[in-house]
């Protein structure tokens, strides 16, 4: 009997969340569109625009997740309580705690799905749409197209003046420090790029030694550089934080720490999006709480607006707190952690005051 109550209840709160979602979705995806019907340029236009906003879909899906699930789930338990089957189920023997454990089912089944979505779909189209927009805004106007970017390997520090979404470089500058961090030499490559070993090839290299007794020059057609930065970290450093999958970031904080860099930008993402799942699944237990309460007996209207000043409050506390670490630099972790922290001991105090 357990297992059908179960079942029943994870059905009638993943529809309503599904349904929430879906309407979260065109309202984003609506003003994600508009937002970029301002800057439509060359190839760029409103059939991109589309697409783009399309692509952007399942990243704005994963951040909206926890809201729908609270909405949805309100919603779904909500109606259950208006129609008295939660109280018959109370009735029957079943406790709080047996209810709290029938919903959380729910709550793992969101958690997974939206993990998923963090992982394997979100990332991946969050990168290729941005890709596609500025090649197809700049892909007639070379200085703009691609990025320039700093990164660094050790005691080498490598300028690109111009990358691709294809890995292929223009021109590279290469400034080696020795054991003192003194400049040791400057290079340049009129053109570089990296083969399927992960291995840098540079063409026409002119590299300027300064020693001790004076300057040497070399020169060289073809150069192969073996470099910690493989095309994967490079993808890493030109994509925003939430361009990468969570192996991604874990690989490029690695990289930025063990280079004595600043991590805390990617650190922040991490335990964001780690954050945002767990709370996927605290959602559901919480809107039982509100269910036993005063909603009870109150409209759907009553329930959705509940549910909006939550999601809200609880949307605003982590985008401030994640933002506000940042610029203050406090613990990633923490400042991340904080807002489901407290929805775990607001859900508690709930359930425990339940009779």
């Known amino acids: 009997?357990?297992?059908?109550?179960?079942?029943?209840m994870m059905r009638?709160?993943?529809?309503?969340?599904?349904?929430?979602?879906?309407v979260l979705l065109a309202l984003a995806g609506l003003f994600e569109f508009i937002a970029e019907l301002d800057d439509t340029r060359g190839d760029y236009q409103t059939p991109q625009a589309i697409l783009y906003a399309a692509l952007r879909l399942p990243n704005l899906a994963f951040e909206m997740l926890p809201v729908a699930?609270?909405?949805?789930?309100?919603?779904?338990?909500?109606?259950?309580?208006?129609?008295?089957?939660?109280?018959?189920?109370?009735?029957?023997?079943?406790?709080?705690v047996r209810l709290s454990g029938m919903v959380a089912i729910s709550g793992f089944v969101l958690l997974v799905i939206t993990g998923l979505i963090g992982e394997f779909i979100g990332p991946p189209l969050d990168l290729y749409a941005r890709d596609m927009r500025m090649e197809a805004r700049y892909q007639k106007d070379d200085d703009r197209l691609g990025n320039e970017t700093w990164v660094k390997d050790g005691p080498v520090y490598l300028h690109l003046e111009r990358v691709n979404?294809?890995?292929?470089?223009?021109?590279?500058?290469?400034?080696?420090?020795?054991?003192?961090n003194r400049l040791a030499s400057i290079a340049k490559a009129e053109n570089?790029?990296?083969?399927?070993?992960?291995?840098?090839?540079?063409?026409?290299?002119?590299?300027?030694?300064?020693?001790?007794?004076?300057?040497?020059?070399?020169e060289t057609s073809v150069a192969v550089e073996s470099f910690e930065v493989n095309a994967e970290l490079l993808?890493?450093?030109?994509?925003?934080?939430?361009?990468?999958?969570?192996?991604?970031?874990?690989v490029y904080i690695d990289y930025l720490k063990r280079n004595n860099l600043d991590a805390s930008q990617y650190e922040s993402e991490l335990w964001y999006r780690a954050s945002r799942t767990l709370t996927v699944m605290i959602m559901p237990i919480l809107s039982l709480a509100f269910v036993f309460g005063?909603?009870?007996?109150?409209?759907?209207?009553g329930r959705l607006m509940i549910g909006v000043v939550v999601g809200l409050a609880y949307y605003l506390a982590s985008?401030?707190?994640?933002?506000?670490?940042?610029?203050?630099?406090?613990?990633?972790?923490?400042?991340?952690?904080?807002p489901s922290m407290v929805l775990v001991l607001i859900t508690a105090i709930a359930l425990a005051r339940i009779r």
Do not use: C
């Open 235 to 250: 993808g890493s450093s030109l994509a925003k934080p939430l361009s990468l999958s969570a192996r991604g970031l874990l």
């Open 69 to 96: 699930a609270l909405i949805g789930s309100l919603l779904g338990l909500g109606a259950l309580a208006g129609h008295s089957e939660i109280i018959v189920m109370r009735s029957a023997g079943l406790s709080v």
């Open 294 to 301: 005063s909603l009870r007996t109150g409209g759907a209207g």
């Open 319 to 338: 985008e401030t707190l994640a933002n506000s670490g940042q610029v203050f630099n406090l613990n990633p972790a923490l400042v991340n952690w904080l």
């Open 192 to 218: 570089s790029g990296i083969d399927e070993d992960d291995n840098w090839i540079l063409e026409n290299l002119r590299e300027t030694r300064f020693a001790g007794d004076g300057v040497q020059v070399a």
């Open 12 to 22: 009638t709160i993943l529809t309503t969340t599904a349904l929430v979602l879906v």
């Open 1 to 8: 009997m357990n297992g059908i109550l179960s079942q029943y």
């Open 165 to 180: 979404t294809e890995f292929e470089f223009g021109s590279i500058f290469l400034f080696r420090f020795d054991e003192e």
